[in-house]
């Protein structure tokens, strides 16, 4: 069974949050795809709807949402998620992760899209002072 890091963007605010999700969780959300929204109950964010932005498996290889699938590929990149070009028109080859989320992806990126009742901020301090 995998276990992911989340990372949780409040667009509000500017803060992000990090979250370690760990079993049952993590199977639900084997499959699901970059823009997909989610339910905030698998982060332990009851109220919350977030959506998946990207993430990277358990080498550092990033998600691109235009490459379906789960397996890694090697594409030429012009620039994007997973390659910044020095100058224009550079273009580079380039291995990234496909769009949806495998048993080996390890970081997913997350943002809120819908709020729940109590803010993040509140949230997140009650679980650092315990």
């Known amino acids: 069974m995998a276990d992911f890091k ?3 963007n409040d667009p509000k605010t500017g803060q992000s949050y990090q979250v370690d999700v760990t ?3 993590t199977s639900a959300l084997v499959g699901k795809k970059i823009g997909e929204m989610v339910d905030g109950i698998y982060f332990k964010l009851p109220g919350y709807k977030l959506e998946i932005t990207g993430g990277s498996d358990k080498d ?7 490459l379906p ?15 910044r070009p020095a100058r224009k ?3 580079k080859r380039k291995t990234v992760r ?3 989320i495998s048993p080996s992806t390890v970081q ?6 819908t709020p729940g009742p ?5 949230i997140f301090l009650k679980k650092e002072n315990k």
């Open 118 to 122: 109590t803010p993040l901020t509140e």
């Open 89 to 91: 028109g550079a273009r």
């Open 6 to 8: 989340a990372v949780i």
């Open 98 to 100: 496909g769009n949806t």
């Open 69 to 83: 699938g789960q397996q890694r590929a090697k594409l030429l990149l012009s620039g994007g998620t997973g390659y």
């Open 23 to 25: 079993g049952p969780q």
């Open 108 to 113: 997913l990126n997350l943002k809120v899209s």
């Open 60 to 66: 550092g290889f990033v998600m691109r949402k235009d």
